[in-house]
């Protein structure tokens, strides 16, 4: 069975530090793995997603991802933190090969920005 | 553009009283899906829609009914609620193509 593990339930980087958020996964199949973030009393927001290619995903905000097959990885990444980035995330990979699209979360890593 | 609309925000129950939770997305998508998020859990799929006129369980179905009244419109029923079903709702709608899912602001609901 598909499944997704965020092994932090909290980070704390002071701001301008680079952050990694942590995301392993276990699929049958290619993986397709996104990242969303949620801001409080806020629906989940798409930060980006690996179908294929490069290893390395930039998506919004100036997150990064970076997919390592060999290590069923898919970390989250900036290079350098924002106060306004503390939120709570959540890494997902889709369920089966179907084209469903259904979405199985990890359950999710709060990040905290501490000026 | 609205996206995913989801009603009410809000809304407490008692024990046993029934309610339908709204959702509507405006961007022409095939898939809608219906999550409930409770902490530390992340999100858990409570029933989809791949297609207008199709439904399917998700991973907790149990207690929940789902009508996908339209291609926009997916509508989520507690049909007799319970304390357990205390959560935060949230839908999501998604075009094909391993594009990502789109999600409401959610409704918060509380069951006393």
């Known amino acids: 069975a598909q499944s997704v593990a965020q092994p932090e339930d909290q980070v704390n980087v002071a701001e301008g530090n680079p952050l990694t958020v942590k995301c392993t996964y276990s699929?049958?199949?290619?993986?397709?793995l996104f990242w969303y973030v949620q801001y409080p009393n806020r629906g989940l927001q798409f930060l980006l997603k690996?179908?294929?290619?490069?290893?390395l995903v930039k998506g919004s905000y100036g997150f990064e991802a970076e997919f390592n097959k060999s290590q069923t990885s898919f970390h989250l990444k900036k290079p350098s933190a924002l106060v306004s980035d503390s939120a709570l995330y959540f890494c997902a990979v889709r369920d089966s090969p179907s084209n469903t699209g259904k979405l199985i979360f990890g359950q999710g890593t709060t990040l905290q920005v501490k000026p | 553009n609205a996206g995913v609309t989801q009603t009410p925000k809000f809304q407490v129950l008692k024990t046993g009283q029934s309610m339908t939770l709204q959702c509507a997305q405006d961007m022409n998508h095939n898939s809608m899906y219906w999550y409930r998020q409770d902490p530390g859990m992340g999100l858990r799929l409570i029933y989809y829609?791949?297609?207008?006129?199709?439904?399917d369980k998700g991973e907790v179905p149990n207690g929940y009914n789902v009508s996908r009244l339209n291609k926009r419109e997916f509508s989520l029923r507690l049909e007799s609620a319970a304390p357990s079903q205390t959560s935060v709702y949230f839908c999501a709608s998604r075009d094909p193509q391993g594009q990502p899912q789109h999600f409401g602001d959610g409704t918060r609901l509380s069951i006393l």
């Open positions: 690996y179908i294929t290619g490069d290893n």
């Open positions: 829609s791949a297609s207008e006129g199709t439904t």
């Open positions: 699929v049958s199949g290619n993986p397709y």
